[in-house]
């Protein structure tokens, strides 16, 4: 399994420079490089929340965009990381449980409402589902 990670990011790795090839070329490269920096950023934040690290809290989603210039630099820093913390891992951790702070809310109040529709005999996909996600 640790492999097969590994390979993935590196076809990853293929693909995403296949992108930002291709994203040098357009005339109008506003809305790929929001969309390329959501992915460095979302590859950064996930990895922080597979560490534990609190710092993956301060980090949105959708911030500012990188500078197109600083894409393939961010990019590669990104699957260095990864490539570095999967090295590290034997198998056995691949099967972990992980648990992060985004976590806890959300899930303490989605776990306690699926309590309720368990004991009640409701289907999960009811209203209250949807606007207690929604409100979280």
């Given at each position: ?91 056995s ?10 976590m ?33």
């Amino acid at each position: 399994m640790k492999q097969y990670l590994i390979d993935t990011f590196w076809f990853n790795d293929w693909a995403n420079k296949l992108t930002l090839s291709a994203m040098q070329t357009l005339a109008d490269k506003k809305e790929s490089v929001i969309l390329f920096s959501h992915l460095i950023t979302a590859q950064n934040k996930w990895l922080l929340r597979i560490k534990n690290d609190p710092a993956e809290a301060q980090i949105k989603w959708f911030d500012a965009p990188f500078e197109v210039k600083e894409l393939t630099a961010l990019w590669e820093a990104s699957l260095k990381e990864w490539l570095e913390f999967l090295s590290d891992l034997n198998d056995s951790d691949l099967y972990k449980e992980i648990f992060y702070s985004a976590m806890s809310r959300r899930n303490q109040q989605f776990n306690t409402f699926a309590r309720h529709c368990t004991a009640a005999q409701l289907p999960f996909d009811s209203a209250p589902r949807a606007n207690l996600l929604a409100n979280s």
